[in-house]
């Protein structure tokens, strides 16, 4: 009878004695999204976390021959400023410029 009592005590812990698993997904269960969502926080965080060990900035440049993202700290030209967005976007055009290509039947 002993055994009984506990292990419907543990029910009502976990919210397993109502109807249908309600009082389940009410208490403890509800739990289960917010452990979710802090998990997916975690992950984007260190998705967009700059590449160097340890450096808890956000990773917002790329590493100009390679897939690295950095933070502008840790970036090997510095924090870019609008003259050098500038000269870079220039170039880009002139190389998509030279390169385009038509096609003829």
Not at 68 to 75: A, N, S, T
């Amino acid at each position: 009878m002993a055994d009984l009592v506990v292990v419907m005590g543990l029910g009502h812990l976990v919210g397993a004695d109502g109807n249908e698993w309600y009082n389940f997904w009410s208490g403890l269960g509800a739990d289960v999204g917010q452990v979710a969502l802090f998990g997916a926080a975690i992950g984007l965080y260190r998705k967009h976390n700059c590449h160097v060990h340890r450096c808890w900035r956000i990773a917002k440049q790329q590493v100009e021959g390679t897939t690295w993202m950095v933070c502008h700290k840790h970036h090997p030209d510095g924090k870019p400023t609008e003259a050098h967005m500038t000269a870079l976007a220039e170039k880009k055009r002139a190389a998509d410029a030279g390169s385009s290509v038509t096609l003829t039947d």
